[in-house]
């Protein structure tokens, strides 16, 4: 390829017009820089012009990302966060378009807590469920800001504008063999918004308490059964369940430095209306609807695998049972007054059910037969199964699942055909 000359480096390599002039350009180019004075001239204006956009920038990101900042946001924001009961919160729920987050949303504001959301939409799964899911939450009164949880701008500007008592942080990169496809979403969303959220909370007045989503998959590669949070949790299988494991112990750190209360759940394969359509028994649904082949793992020896699966409403209550026992971050002026509260909860199901069986059950609900490819499961990050013991979030407030793998997957059926209908085609991601 021929190398091109100083002058050409200076044009744009967008084609059409602008190329057709390049003759004139060049002259006029030689021109302006004919005497050095012009040219000290022309570098002046260059740095100015570099200093006003610099400035620019870093005036807030609401100068370029339409989605936050101005008045009328804030307006919103505010309108959101009010409390409408006595004693009640004001609750920032990060990932509130996303599944478990638009459930707790939901039911924090009947009870009339005030709910910010936050979500920044990304498109790992469809969008236009989490548009359905915020247009839902409107409806109710909760405003989701659209944004990240790694802008820490946008964080400030949040905790200026609303005196959050409480957030709720289910913001997360999801899904345990998607990490083998794109490992720095997990450290993006997990690690690093994580820190960027705690940093913010840290400094905000008043610190709020947190509870956030920490997992299941933390127990890996751990036999012992049903798994305990005293329980070996330092042989992950995947590197989502490395990014969950870590976040435990930054807020742990954060709980030990700055005062801040925080409670971890861990979640075990939540599901129900309004879930994840990247979760297997959603996309099985889809599958055998569409008539298409479902691929369900075995484990070692053809062992089937095995999940504590846990329906959304009982999540709904362990989220919410948690923030009504956090207690108070102990922290002011970004510095810890006191030792605060440090937790992690269990919030599964305690009766685990095999893939097939769960499968059989979706069949008989959609009275359509699946047709299955049976698949060793591939080294992808998965376990063979989960098994919760609940008995220290159900000590601590009373947590106590009561939906069967049978009663939610009916109801989860019931919304997916009346959200998509039988034959919704191809637009689920
Ligand atoms: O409990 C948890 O901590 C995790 O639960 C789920 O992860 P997982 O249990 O792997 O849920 P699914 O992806 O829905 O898989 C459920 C079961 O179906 C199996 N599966 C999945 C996909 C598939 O095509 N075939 C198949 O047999 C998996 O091996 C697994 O045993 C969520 O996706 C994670 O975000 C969450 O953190």
């Known amino acids: 390829m021929p190398s091109m000359s100083a002058e050409e480096l200076f044009l744009p390599s967008t084609p059409g017009k602008f190329k057709d002039k390049s003759h004139s350009m060049q002259r006029q180019f030689h021109r302006c820089f004919a005497s050095t004075s012009t040219m000290f001239l022309w570098a002046l204006f260059l740095v100015a012009l570099t200093a006003a956009y610099l400035s620019f920038v870093d005036s807030g990101s609401k100068y370029f990302n339409t989605a936050w900042g101005g008045i009328h946001w804030e307006k919103q924001v505010r309108a959101s966060a009010q409390i409408h009961r006595t004693n009640g919160f004001s609750v920032l729920v990060t990932g509130a378009a996303g599944f478990v987050g638009s459930h707790v949303s939901l039911a924090l504001r009947k009870r009339g807590d005030g709910v910010v959301g936050l979500d920044n939409f990304n498109?790992?799964?469809?969008?236009?469920?989490?548009?359905?899911?915020?247009?839902?939450l409107n409806a109710h009164g909760v405003f989701i800001v659209e944004g990240d949880v790694n802008d820490a701008k946008m964080l400030a500007r949040l905790f200026e504008i609303a005196r959050f008592t409480h957030v709720m942080h289910l913001a997360a990169q999801a899904g345990v063999r998607y990490a083998m496809e794109n490992p720095h979403s997990y450290i993006h969303s997990n690690i690093a918004g994580l820190v960027t959220l705690l940093e913010a909370c840290k400094i905000a007045e008043p610190q709020p308490?947190?509870?956030?989503?920490?997992?299941?998959?933390?127990?890996?590669?751990?036999?012992?059964?049903?798994?305990?949070?005293?329980?070996?949790?330092?042989?992950?299988?995947?590197?989502?369940?490395?990014?969950?494991?870590?976040?435990?112990?930054?807020?742990?750190?954060?709980?030990?430095?700055?005062?801040?209360?925080?409670?971890?759940?861990?979640?075990?394969?939540?599901?129900?209306?309004?879930?994840?359509?990247?979760?297997?028994?959603?996309?099985?649904?889809?599958?055998?609807?569409?008539?298409?082949?479902?691929?369900?793992?075995?484990?070692?020896?053809?062992?089937?695998?095995?999940?504590?699966?846990?329906?959304?409403?009982?999540?709904?209550?362990?989220?919410?049972?948690?923030?009504?026992?956090?207690?108070?971050?102990?922290?002011?002026?970004?510095?810890?007054?006191?030792?605060?509260?440090?937790?992690?909860?269990?919030?599964?199901?305690?009766?685990?059910?095999?893939?097939?069986?769960?499968?059989?059950?979706?069949?008989?609900?959609?009275?359509?037969?699946?047709?299955?490819?049976?698949?060793?499961?591939?080294?992808?990050?998965?376990?063979?199964?989960?098994?919760?013991?609940?008995?220290?979030?159900?000590?601590?407030?009373?947590?106590?699942?009561?939906?069967?793998?049978?009663?939610?997957?009916?109801?989860?059926?019931?919304?997916?055909?009346?959200?998509?209908?039988?034959?919704?085609?191809?637009?689920?991601?």
Not at 123 to 136: F, G, I, Q, S, W
């Open 123 to 136: 498109n790992y799964y469809d969008p236009a469920l989490k548009n359905a899911r915020k247009e839902l």
């Open 209 to 429: 308490s947190i509870v956030w989503a920490s997992s299941s998959s933390v127990y890996g590669l751990n036999e012992k059964a049903p798994f305990s949070e005293s329980d070996r949790t330092d042989r992950p299988a995947s590197l989502y369940a490395a990014t969950k494991k870590a976040g435990e112990e930054i807020t742990h750190t954060y709980n030990h430095i700055y005062g801040l209360s925080i409670t971890g759940l861990r979640f075990f394969t939540v599901y129900g209306p309004w879930g994840r359509p990247d979760m297997a028994y959603f996309s099985f649904t889809r599958n055998i609807l569409q008539g298409k082949a479902i691929t369900v793992y075995r484990g070692k020896n053809h062992a089937d695998l095995a999940r504590d699966f846990t329906y959304i409403d009982d999540i709904v209550k362990g989220c919410v049972g948690s923030l009504d026992t956090a207690k108070k971050s102990t922290g002011s002026g970004g510095k810890k007054r006191g030792p605060a509260q440090f937790r992690i909860f269990n919030l599964g199901n305690t009766s685990p059910v095999t893939v097939p069986m769960m499968v059989g059950i979706l069949e008989k609900h959609l009275k359509v037969k699946a047709k299955k490819n049976l698949v060793d499961m591939p080294g992808n990050g998965d376990v063979p199964f989960t098994h919760a013991n609940i008995s220290y979030a159900r000590k601590e407030f009373g947590y106590n699942p009561t939906t069967d793998l049978q009663t939610g997957l009916k109801k989860f059926v019931k919304w997916y055909l009346s959200y998509y209908g039988y034959n919704h085609g191809n637009s689920v991601k």
